[in-house]
């Protein structure tokens, strides 16, 4: 057996189980990750491919230490972004343990509380928690953390890359940092992901506020064989539509809709989208054509706003090797989660990163010893008289084969985005922190909240401030001896369930259910009216009741109808912007673009050259009207249209528009030129207007506001602007593209 030496220094239980589940060898992971364990003290960063074995090499020789040498609490913390995927994972390792005399638990909002109580009465073990879980146990629970936590041994983190670069990863960090604190001593982490494009910024970002060594395998793993399609269709989107005589009727099934039919007939597959509204549309048209056609419903949809019991109906569908199915899912299904067998996987429009492509992508043939194949699905509305020169590019077409390239060429994935000045999450752990403590001085406050490692570039004279304006508006106290303590405000936000989290919450709490049966089919962000529609678990509904105070809307089926969850599209890398244009600009067919693709590739190739958009970036609309293709990501894009506005305007720039908010990606921006209507010559200008700015200060309105994260609404104005200039605007990047143009 490869790895035989690793294999005789796990537990006999251990290699039992190994022998029951047939294994014949060690996959390299799990080899290098035995020896780290084993023969280090050294925190661990594990980084394969999807379905390479990382948990059993992060859990087997951890439980073998543990078992060798219990520990007198909880021995193992594991933390998972998401509820499936911790039920999913307790089962796989509940089987594991089974022989064991080590017991296992899970902990967030769906856990029964009988089972929290368990392990209350007795912490041993294995907890496998979300970061929001963890968050109420250290303000609920203070003084049960070092009977909890005190003897801790291993901190593993799952997907990594879903927490770095955002406030949730942050949060851990800082979580992390106080349990340290109270049980006088540092776990070793050990961090797993299948998507890391910097595995050095994730090792350090996994050590934070450790100075411990991490240990990151060089794994080299066969290559994987991968099945890519795209297709493109001109067909109705109903991007923006808002009435009911603008929604789509399924009976008249769309092309993309009988493609995607044909391609998930007889198989199971995830249908990926970026957005819910998506998912319930696709998920609405296959069941129309199944039903004309004569074929079961086995179509399911799977995202945040879904009732508990139909996404655990899907996931079980999914798990059913026996029978094919589908689910269409937003990122709830992109995560690790062992959902069976996967085909093949189709990603509607393109997908939101290169590392949501790849971890996508490896969702597929994970079981079967098969390529992995994924599908992509883009749709266009037809051209026609109205379509302006910003729109006749395929934007969409063109950054999914750019993400695809990206990968395929460089295996280049997105660089996490790191905070210098995190003031939503800043407020949210001063609060936490408070809230836990009873009591703090000021002075101790800020010594437990800015010596956590997210708040490095925080100084005491802005915490101060911070403290102060808390207090003006009574979320926190100053008792007479100076003393702070949750005020009264205060009390009712850090006391409510939705607290723990960082994250924005677009969950509302109107629970929609069947007006005959009552059966849940979900929740949406805000009250509907009667007559009002919602497409939600892949049905059209009417809302018939709404009962304010329950929070509660009753619905009937109906055929149509069309709902918009709020939310906040990912940051787009400029390197995504920047292929983009390269592939406009070139002539090769790749070999996954299927008829409807190639022709529209062409299409834009040719109106690309005929408008030269090799050598210009600002076009003439009409009148004094221009366009602006400045081939850069979100943060750039943000940085070049506030230069416009703020500016531009003494330069003769005038009228700046972004792209409206049905497609809000960083493509075009329009503006009008009062003193000159030569592109050529604008273009020179802009380059020298952008050349000019030297302080993103310069950027913003004295009594602008920004609510980029969940708690900025209760921080300072200026505190809000400090956060957006410096990590929102980035002056230098947008320098060096703009010097290219």
Known sequence: MAGSEQFSRLTPWIQE????????????????????????????????????????????????????SPASSLGILYIGPLKALINDQFKRVENLLKEANIPVYRWHGDVDQRHKNKLMANPRGI?????????????????????????????????????????????????????????????????????????????NWLASGTN??????????????????????????????????????????????????????????????????????????????????GYPDRYHVHHSCIANLLRESAETFMKDDDEPHVTAATLTLELGMDIGGIERIIQLLAPSSVSSFVQRLGRSGRRLNQPSEMMFVISEDPPSEKVSFTRT?????????????LYLEEKWIEPAIQLKFPISLLYHQTMSILASSGELSPASLAHRVLTLSPFKYVNQNTFRDLIQHLI???????????????????????????????????????????????RELGHIDRMLFPGETVLIAGD?????????????????????????????????????????????????LYGYLQDGAKRRITE????????????????KLSGKRFALFPWVGTIEYQTLHRILRFIGKDYGISHVRPPPRIDPEPYFITFDSEDINN??????????????????????????KFLLERYDHYLSKKMQQKAFTTDYLNIDNLKKVVSTW
Not at 482 to 492: A, M, N, S
């Open 393 to 405: 590019l395929p934007w969409y077409f063109l950054q999914t084969i750019s993400i695809i390239q």
């Open 604 to 619: 834009a190739r040719t109106w690309g050259s005929k408008n030269h958009l090799d050598t210009e970036v600002v076009f």
């Open 212 to 293: 411990i060594p991490v240990i990151v395998p060089d794994i080299v793993e066969p290559p994987r064989k991968i099945r890519l399609a795209v297709e493109h269709f001109l067909e109705p989107t109903w991007i923006g539509a808002t009435t009911r005589e603008t929604l789509p009727i399924f009976g008249e099934a769309l092309p993309s809709h009988r493609y995607i039919f044909e391609n998930t007939l007889g198989k199971k597959v995830i249908i990926f989208s970026n957005t819910r509204e998506a998912t319930e549309l696709v998920t609405r048209g296959l069941r129309e054509i199944a039903l004309h056609r």
């Open 472 to 518: 003006s508006i009574n979320h926190i106290e100053q008792l007479q001896d100076g003393g702070l303590i949750v005020g009264l405000t205060g009390e009712k936000i850090v006391r409510n369930f939705r607290f723990y989290a960082v994250f924005r919450d677009y969950s509302v709490e109107f629970s929609i259910k069947e007006e005959v049966t009552l």
């Open 679 to 704: 592109p050529s010559e604008l273009t020179e200008l802009l380059k020298n207007i952008v050349k000019s700015v030297n302080s993103p200060k310069d950027l913003i309105d004295s009594n602008e």
């Open 540 to 588: 059209a509904w009417e809302v018939t009741e709404i009962h304010p105070h329950q929070k509660l809307l009753l619905v009937k089926k109906i055929e149509r109808a069309f709902y918009v969850w709020p939310g906040r599209r990912p940051d787009t890398h400029t390197k995504v912007l920047q292929k983009m244009r390269s592939i406009l600009l070139e002539n090769t």
């Open 17 to 68: 189980w190994i022998y029951q589940e047939g294994w014949e060898e060690f996959r390299p992971i799990q080899i290098e990750a035995a020896k780290a364990i084993f023969d280090s003290d050294s925190h661990l960063l594990l980084c394969s491919g999807t379905a390479s074995g990382k948990t059993e090499a992060a859990l087997l020789p951890a439980l073998t230490l543990l078992d060798a």
């Open 127 to 203: 907890l496998q928690i979300t970061p929001e879980s963890l968050e109420s146990i250290l303000i609920n629970k203070k003084l049960e953390i070092c009977r909890l936590f005190g003897d801790l041994r291993f901190i593993i983190i799952d997907e990594v890359h879903s927490f770095m670069g955002g406030d949730r990863g942050r949060q851990i960090l800082a979580q992390l940092e106080r349990v340290s604190r109270e049980i006088d001593r540092i776990p070793r982490r050990i961090g797993l992901s299948a998507t890391i494009g910097d595995p050095s910024y994730a090792a």
